[in-house]
């Protein structure tokens, strides 16, 4: 079965570091996403993309926050200068149309901790 | 407001038990999805319903949705322990694109 895939699993960090997230979505999919949940809270939307550009994002993701489609398979999220409270599991997802019936499917996500 | 609250908590039962989860909702929604996360994973699709469907049955899953009472239950039949996650349902916004709103989630433990 078709999966999304992330990498790297696990990555630590110095506070004030860049860190890049990639994500490897399910092929045929157009819809792209980034969501993360702090340790013990909810999963929480951060952003999407769709056609080369950002369709949403939320409050969270201010300008620390940017997204990219380098290539025709990979997807990251670029976190310019991290702080503590930047400390979560990052989950990329996938979904292949717009519709009342869309299916989205997420990766096994990237725990980030910063020091 | 939050949308997406799950009841109960945390769930404690015994194998073979049937598990019920339950989530409320604040807004107008296209689809309403569930998900598992065992510790530390990632989110596994369970089932999705629409919002004009009432019940969707996936093997030992049963999900309803009540649109008049913005909730919807989903029902693990026959448990085991290897259902022993957490439970979140998560919703599609009418005219919020394609973003999903997640709830608190349901810890679910099932001992043999």
Redesign the interface.
Known sequence: EPEVTQTPSHQVTQMGQEVILRCVPISNHL?F?W?RQILGQ????LV?FYNNEI??K?EIFDDQFSVERPDGSNFTLKIRSTKLEDSA?Y?C?S?AV?S??????????S?LTVV | SQQ?EEDPQALSIQEGENATMNCSYKTSI??L?W?RQNS??????LI?I??NEREKHSGRLRVTLDTSKKSSSLLITASRAADTASY?C?T?QTGG?????????TQLKVEL
């Open positions: 819809y996403y969501y909810k999963v929480e939307f999407s369709s949403e939320s599991m989950f997802a979904s717009q009342s019936g869309n299916t989205i499917y997420f990766g096994e996500g725990w | 997406g296209n689809n999805q998900y530390g994973r990632g989110l596994v699709h999705l629409r919002s979140f998560a599609q694109g394609n973003k999903l709103t997640f709830g608190t989630g």
